[in-house]
DNA sequence: TTGCTCCATATTGTTGACAATCAGTCCGAC
DNA sequence: GTCGGACTGATTGTCAACAATATGGAGCAA
């Protein structure tokens, strides 16, 4: 299901060791502004310290470690100003992708996008505290818009690096976000503007919706340092 | 001036492989999809095989290098396709840019954008053919709004990844674009639409310009294979 | 006590050798 | 004559040792 599951399939240790800490940081294993030891995770995994460099300055190409010149690599911190800037990044290019998808997406996908709002209301209505199965239901959902644009720099971009940061973003604050049902509520809005195949209105909502999931998760994280 | 020419200046062999590679790459040395031998650039290089790779997995964050395990890695090839995905995420990316510019820039920096504007302007009328130097203008003129916007993930991303594609690609196709004039009366339009704070204005003018962009050089495109 | 210098230690950066994998070729069988 | 398979060569992936650099603390002077 999710691209970043399917662990120990790559071919090599480099890879491999690429996947596992990408899934420690986002799982919050690895905490934020923590220091990555290469002697240390090489042995965790099992690997030498080559490879596992390797992936470290993979990670740092996907922006979750910062690295400093014989200071070693850090987890990134994912502070007030750095969350600012990711979802203006991330207005900008959801955006782009829900106009390029009202254009390019097939029937099959758009009837896909709305199956997936139906089980995502029906999750929400079953179980309504597990926050976490809602957070995967909206990234389906995201992610779907963003295939949908057949451009496969925007879906490297949002799959590949900004979806890794929102995820480790909401492993911290999902308990505490509760606006699951407007949220799908603007889903469908946008859902319907792509069926009508109205790409101008499709981008607008999709702006105004991480926009508005911003200015939500700001006001929530002024009370919670 | 350009970030990539203060080449020696890095601390480590790694930092200083990937700058000279990605300026191997930029500038056509090293020709689009040609094969990237470990062993080769190491010893042109003078260093071993270790920071060679790591260099590799950084140019490959960059979209420099497509790389295939236990296959090697090969310059990336700046087709048609490519050229469109790329030129659409930097109109959803600009365009932000330039909203965020228009409400963030500071008096001095809008001085200086209407100062590279004379600038560039005159570059045009003393020597008309020098298509490569108004190129440099360009970027000069885009990385200065990237700049404005005060977001760090989006200066990152402009500077540090399109803007080299980019290059790339004209340091193939400048001889053929002529639309130095029009793009530079567009340019204008956008500073004038930053200076007057007006950020909707901005930041349709800056996808209008880099649409039309688009639009122009696929047409080249079609004629030069 | 405070601040500086110097040294010991741990960590990162680099290297060359070794192992694993892939691509092309040659040979033989059908 | 053509197809299949093993061999050879080259290339990539991995490792462990070595060199270079920064961190942290002890000792000393103001």
Redesign the interface.
Known sequence: MSAQLDLEA???L??RASSRLTQAIVTGELAQGQKLSEADLATRFGISR?PL??AI??L????LVTRI??AGARVVTLDR??L???Y??R???E??ACR?AAQAMSQEEIDTLFMLLDQHEEAINAADGLAYFQSEGDFDFHFQIALGSR????I??LAGELYQLLRMCRYRTSHLAKRTRPALQQHRQIAEAIAERDGDLAELLMRRHISGAWKSISQIMENNP
Chains 1, 2 share one sequence.
């Not at 451009?151 to 925007?154: A, E, G």
């Open positions: 790559e071919r090599t480099s890879d080559g460099r390797e300055r993979q740092e190409g996907m922006r010149p014989h100003p750095m600012a800037d990711l203006r990044v207005e900008a290019l955006g782009m390029m451009n496969q720099m925007l490297d971009l």
